[in-house]
């Protein structure tokens, strides 16, 4: 089965930047498309991010759009997050995920990473 692998997380003060990778273990169809989501404890996932791997078309929520770019590297099947201008507000576990489609619904996507901790101090 698919497999994605989160990377990049760590602490970071507040304006600084992290760079977020995810690797698929598998070829992406053309058809779909890779996000970034992140869930802050005992909160729900929430979208930040989409790319579609066909045309890298992106997709932003209004707190990444700025701030965030989203982007894929076709011939190593791995989606990428640089977050700039980072804010306390953006602490959470940033998780990958695979879907049809460019959605902000977390039951459009069938294929999750383990997630990886992003933390923002003050």
């Known amino acids: 089965q698919v497999q994605l692998v989160e990377s990049g997380g760590g602490m970071v003060q507040a304006g600084g930047s992290l760079r977020l990778s995810c690797r698929s273990s598998?070829?992406?169809?053309?058809?779909?498309?890779m996000a970034w989501f992140r869930r802050a404890p005992g909160q729900e996932r929430e979208f930040v991010a989409a790319?579609?791997?066909?045309?890298?078309?992106?997709y932003y929520s209004d707190s990444a759009k700025g701030r965030f770019t989203i982007s894929r590297e076709r011939a190593d099947y791995t989606v990428s997050l640089q977050m700039d201008n980072l804010k306390p507000e953006d602490t959470a576990v940033y998780s990958c995920?695979?879907?049809?489609?460019?959605?902000?619904?977390?039951?459009?996507?069938?294929?999750w990473g383990q997630g990886t901790q992003v933390t923002v101090s003050s």
């Open positions: 995920a695979v879907g049809t489609s460019p959605s902000h619904n977390v039951r459009d996507y069938f294929r």
């Open positions: 598998e070829r992406p169809y053309s058809s779909h498309v």
């Open positions: 790319v579609r791997w066909s045309n890298g078309l992106t």
